[in-house]
């Protein structure tokens, strides 16, 4: 069985700090891996993806991928109240995504 | 913008109906997609498509069926409805994999 697993949380950071979200996989076959986000009541939408082993940077986020340690990340520099969401990982397997709980996050004013 | 629309935000059904739920993308999307969510379990797909007339099984597709007799829209078919169904639908299309636009969802409530 595939898996990916997030902390549930929630996870509680100060406006203005750095959230670091975190994502481990089962499937060493994923290639490719990405980052949603999903507000209460809303849907999910697309944030960020990664390819390789390293760091990717698209504004105030990073995604940070280490394929030999099966794990991804996603940092939120100078967190915002509006960043509060549940933020999903999901690896791309054999021909689908495959999805991670969320991880809730709160940032404090 | 990518615009998918799904025909009902919320309904209500009783068990044994037969429940229809409509899904149409506007950017010619070859992929399209149905999940189900519920809480702490994350997303489950229950069937996708990758072309007109085409359906393949996801992880979940045991209760439910699918059409896709048009390029744009992708019906989910619950034939008999019951409880455990109860969830948020959600219909997705993508140009390339993995980039997955999410229509509204539809919260299915089966009495």
């Known amino acids: 069985q595939k898996e990916v697993e997030q902390n549930s949380g929630p996870l509680s950071v100060p406006e203005g700090a750095i959230a670091s979200l975190n994502c481990t996989y089962s499937?060493?076959?994923?290639?490719?891996f990405f980052w949603y986000r999903q507000y209460s009541g809303k849907s999910p939408e697309l944030i960020m993806f990664?390819?390789s082993n390293g760091d990717k940077e698209d504004g105030r986020f990073t995604a940070q991928l280490n394929k030999a340690s099966q794990y991804v990340s996603l940092l939120i520099r100078d967190s915002q109240p509006s960043d509060s969401a549940t933020y999903l990982c999901?690896?791309?397997?054999?021909?689908?995504?495959?999805w991670g709980a969320g991880t809730k996050l709160i940032i404090k004013p | 913008d990518v615009k998918v629309t799904q025909s009902s935000r919320y309904l209500v059904k009783r068990t044994g109906e037969k429940v229809f739920l409509e899904c149409v993308q506007d950017?010619?999307?070859?992929?399209m997609f149905w999940y189900r969510q519920d809480p702490g379990l994350g997303l489950r797909l229950i069937y996708f498509?990758?072309?007109?007339?085409?359906?393949e099984k996801g992880d979940i597709p045991e209760g439910y069926s699918v059409s896709r007799e048009k390029k744009e829209r992708f019906s989910l078919i619950l034939e008999s409805a019951s409880t455990n169904q109860t969830s948020m639908y959600l219909c997705?299309?993508?140009?390339?994999?993995?980039?997955?636009?999410f229509g509204e969802g539809s919260r299915l409530t089966v009495l």
């Open positions: 997705a299309s993508s140009l390339k994999f993995g980039e997955l636009f």
């Open positions: 950017m010619d999307h070859e992929n």
């Open positions: 498509s990758y072309d007109v007339k085409m359906k």
């Open positions: 499937d060493r076959g994923s290639q490719s």
């Open positions: 990664i390819y």
């Open positions: 999901a690896p791309f397997g054999s021909y689908q995504l495959i």
